[in-house]
């Protein structure tokens, strides 16, 4: 038995020739009420189902790829179905849930990618790999995207801006363009992140570098742009902002707190006073500072690849007269 079979035997995806999302009521409690709950039908088990049958018909050619987001996937396929079934959810975020199930069959299970239904991707503006695709700037936040397409440009490094917690569909494709850039993934990688200093951003930070091994992306160096010692002292003081720590937060913020002592910031004491713990926004640092700082720790980086730089430079170059030319003749 093939492992992928097994996998799917086991999260009790079957196939159907009938079109699922097209079946009445009836049809959709006999094959999916089996583990069901608070609903006529297991509302996840029913979601895998439609997930594969829709993925099988396009890479099978018998349906063209789903050029949408994901949240049109949603009202297309699940949610109507959903409602014929009487299992549409008032309190539940079932989109949240139809999410949960991508990223089991995609990351956990390993036995689709989100490609192969066609999705677009609403980060795509947000990203660009350029001369150096290992050597990465990303933020945490949106706000940064014209500083880092300052920093990209200027350096030719690649540089992602995630707007959060990162989805693994937009990582998948961030490393589809690393490999189209014909660059060997097994190699090293450099990353310098702009993410707050506090649990929250470096819960986004992990997930970030999770996403990009499960991707293949495993040999990294990180660079945290955003910490005590990139401020004074009186700085600190000044920017900092207290961490709530309500008992749900109190394991978290300890295996935070654990995580960053191992960097040996110098000025982290300042960012402690008993069991009081404090953040720093990454806005609290200009983006002269982060400029200063990229220069010192990432150009060094960059200068060992220099024939890369050149290569890169000659094919713009090459482009611009390609376009040049073709202009004048148009």
């Known amino acids: 038995m093939q492992p992928s079979f097994r996998k799917r035997r086991d999260a009790g995806i079957r196939e159907f020739k009938e079109l699922i999302h097209d079946q009445p009521k009836e049809w959709l409690i006999k094959n999916f009420s089996q583990g069901a709950q608070k609903y006529p039908v297991n509302v996840a088990l029913l979601m895998r189902n439609i997930i594969w049958q829709v993925r099988s018909r396009i890479l099978k050619g018998e349906k063209p790829p789903l050029r949408e987001l994901i949240r049109t996937f949603w009202y297309m396929y699940i949610k109507p179905t959903l409602a014929r079934a009487n299992s549409l959810a008032k309190e539940t975020d079932q989109y949240a849930q139809l999410i949960d199930q991508f990223v089991f069959m995609v990351k956990e299970l390993k036995i689709m990618r989100y490609n192969d239904i066609g999705f677009r991707d609403d980060n795509e503006t947000q990203r660009k790999v350029r001369a150096f695709p290992n050597v990465i700037l990303f933020s945490e936040k949106l706000g940064f995207q014209g500083f880092l397409t300052e920093m990209g440009e200027t350096y030719k490094v690649t540089t992602i801006a995630l707007g959060g917690q990162p989805s693994v569909l937009n990582i998948e494709y961030f490393v589809d363009d690393i490999k189209q850039a014909d660059f060997n993934i097994q190699r090293s990688f450099y990353l310098f992140g702009i993410v707050d200093f506090d649990p929250s951003g470096w819960i986004i930070r992990d997930a970030f570098l999770n996403n990009l091994a499960s991707y293949g992306i495993k040999h990294v160096k990180v660079f945290d742009l955003i910490n005590p010692d990139i401020l004074t002292p009186t700085e600190i003081l000044m920017s ?33 006073e008993g069991e009081k713990l404090y953040g720093l926004e990454a806005e609290a640092v200009s983006t002269k500072r982060l400029t200063d700082k990229l220069k010192e720790v990432m150009v060094p980086i960059i200068g060992k690849d220099e024939e890369l730089l050149k290569i890169y430079e000659l094919e713009q170059l090459d482009q611009a007269i390609v376009d040049l030319i073709n202009h004048l003749i148009t």
């Open 240 to 272: 900092r902002f207290p961490i709530p720590n309500p008992p749900q937060m109190r394991t978290k913020n300890r295996n935070w707190l654990n995580e960053v002592k191992k960097q040996h910031y110098i000025n982290l004491k300042y960012l402690i």
